[in-house]
Structures are given as structure tokens and as C-alpha cells.
């Protein structure tokens, strides 16, 4: 059984740095897309970031653009995503998805795994 564990979240004052983790684990993931969503009070879950495990190739939503990077260590199984020049409208719940299939993966209906969750907070 497939489990995601995201770790690294917290309160940060803007235009600071976070980098979150998801570790992996139940699988072997080379053909898993695995992606970062976000979800702020009362509002949906959003696409973030997601890479394929294989070949590294990456997609961002515009709105992280530039900022964020997605990453993955396949010795660990662990997926990070790299936040710089955070924002206020950052803050949000982040989740790591994971997918089977290389692609797509910019929607929260393609994913069937999913972590907890970890709050990022970012003050004004």
C-alpha cells in the first residue's frame, strides 16, 4: 500500500523559504507522477507543482512559477518542493499526490494517493 508522508511545514514571514518533503513508500515509483496541491480556507484544492519520477520532467501552476521547485531523491523515495519568495496567499495546507502514469497529473481527480497534509503559513 502506497503512503505519502509530507513533513516540513510551518509559519514563515514573506519573502521567506520553505522546502516540504513527502516520503514515499509501497511502491516502486518509476512509473509514478507525484504532485503538490494546496487548499486555504474555503477554498479548493489547487495544483501547485508535479514531476514524474523517471525522468525528472516538471510543471508548475503560474501562480508558483519561477518561485517554487519540485524535486525527487529516488535513493530516498522522497519528493520535495522547494518554496522561495513565499507569499501571504501562500499559506495553505499542502498535500503530496502520487499517481500511476507518467504526465498530466495537474488535477486533484487524476491522483488516488494522498498524504495528510502539512500547513505552511506565511505573515505579512
Known amino acids: 500500500q502506497v503512503q505519502l508522508v509530507e513533513s516540513g511545514g510551518g509559519l514563515v514571514q514573506a519573502g521567506g523559504s520553505l522546502r516540504l518533503s513527502c516520503a514515499a513508500s509501497g511502491r516502486t515509483f518509476n512509473s509514478y507522477t507525484m504532485g503538490w496541491f494546496r487548499q486555504a480556507p474555503g477554498k479548493e484544492r489547487e495544483f501547485v507543482a508535479r514531476?514524474?519520477?523517471?525522468?525528472?520532467?516538471?510543471y508548475y501552476a503560474d501562480s508558483v512559477k519561477g518561485r517554487f521547485t519540485i524535486s525527487r531523491d529516488n535513493a530516498k523515495n522522497t519528493v520535495y518542493l522547494q518554496m522561495n519568495s513565499l507569499k501571504p496567499e501562500d499559506t495553505a495546507v499542502y498535500y503530496c499526490?502520487?499517481?500511476?502514469?507518467?504526465?498530466?497529473?495537474?488535477?486533484?481527480?487524476?491522483?488516488?494517493?494522498w498524504g495528510q497534509g502539512t500547513q505552511v503559513t506565511v505573515s505579512s
Open positions: 499526490a502520487g499517481r500511476l502514469g507518467i504526465g498530466g497529473g495537474r488535477t486533484t481527480n487524476e491522483y488516488r494517493y
Open positions: 514531476i514524474t519520477w523517471a525522468y525528472g520532467s516538471t
